[in-house]
């Protein structure tokens, strides 16, 4: 009996959320081409678009956004959790806790509510990750201000400002990494749906899966690289050395879907240039841009090109983020994309996600006591 390893090519639910052709490099949420939804909206007015199906009117955008900010402000016995965590913990291990403490309350999942949960869950999850942020600098929690949408609350109330071309970076790396089908974290949040668990567990469960090197983690090990490089005259020896003779992966390349430029690291490529650079960060793109002419020069003909971690890390340091934020600033986002996928599921075509395996065991044995065993 043939098994698809890693599910390959294996089709799990009908979406009318996220559109892929991963021969053309084409992304689109609900009909818009990712290009748009970045250059003309902000998160909101895609928060709302995922959960509603239509982009909104001036006034449903200003009720949705109200919405969230009603829950900018952290239970009490989250922010302690928090801040009781050790400030080494990796932020995706503090994300899968402050929001499995979210689901301590009491919930049953509801069809007729479930999408009145995401403004709620949105704006906690601003409260969270930017408390995150702040714990690991050693600085006192605090809930986000109100005032500011939702790049802007997340940004002041990690660094205390937030200028315009920050806060609109910050905004299209929020509208980029929104959804992508259903990746392995997506997958994870479908499986506990398809349990009737709660919302917030199956946040917690997409965080698990999304935590790996061959996931989120790649934006980091791909922003390490650069690191290890160094310096642009090195990235031919680096390349030689660690990829063609040392048989290792180059990160932030290759994808399961998209077997030629993954259109979202064109949007960061760009996004990089236009924030501004210290020299540091001008030789870390520079590397990053020597580093892609080779590797799509050796691997490009396999359809293995960038992909979306390639540049973001380099658009988040740019930002202000250290590494260890990289994959929880892909978490902070995908949430949406995670909402809108068990909503979805559980709403139109509800079955327990039940597999099978193939059994390749021993067959029946005869028992053997203890004092007969070698
Ligand atoms: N560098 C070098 N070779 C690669 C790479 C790479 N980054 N990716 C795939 N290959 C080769 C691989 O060695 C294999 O070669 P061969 O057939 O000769 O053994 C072939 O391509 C197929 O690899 P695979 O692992 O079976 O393919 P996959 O569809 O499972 O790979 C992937 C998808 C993302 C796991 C893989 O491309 C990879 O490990 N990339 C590096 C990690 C990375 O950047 N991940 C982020 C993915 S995008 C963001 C997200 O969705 O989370």
Known sequence: MAVSLGLEDVFIKYTGLTFIDGNAGVLRYRGYDINDLVQNTGFEEVCYLMTNGELPNSQQLAEFKKSVKEHYKLPDHVMELISDLPREAD???MMETAFASLSSGDYQWNKENDRKQVPKILGENLGIISNIYRHKMGMGL???DPKYDYAEAFLRNCFGNADEKKISAMNAALVIYVDHEVPASTTAALVASSTLSDMYSCITAATAALKGPLHGGAAEAAYKQLLDIGNVDNVENWFK???LDGKRRLMGFGHRVYRTYDPRMKIFKKLATTLEQTDEQKKLFEIAVKLEELGVKEFGGKG??????YYSGIVFNEIG???YMFTTLFGFSRVLGWLSHI???VEEEERLIRPRAVYTGPDKRDFVKMQDRK
Do not use: S, V
């Open 91 to 93: 932020t995706l291990t």
């Open 142 to 144: 605090q809930n986000p």
């Open 241 to 243: 050395t660690n990829i």
């Open 304 to 309: 293995i090109y960038p992909n979306t971690d």
């Open 321 to 323: 983020f250290p590494i």
């Open 343 to 345: 909503t979805e599921y």
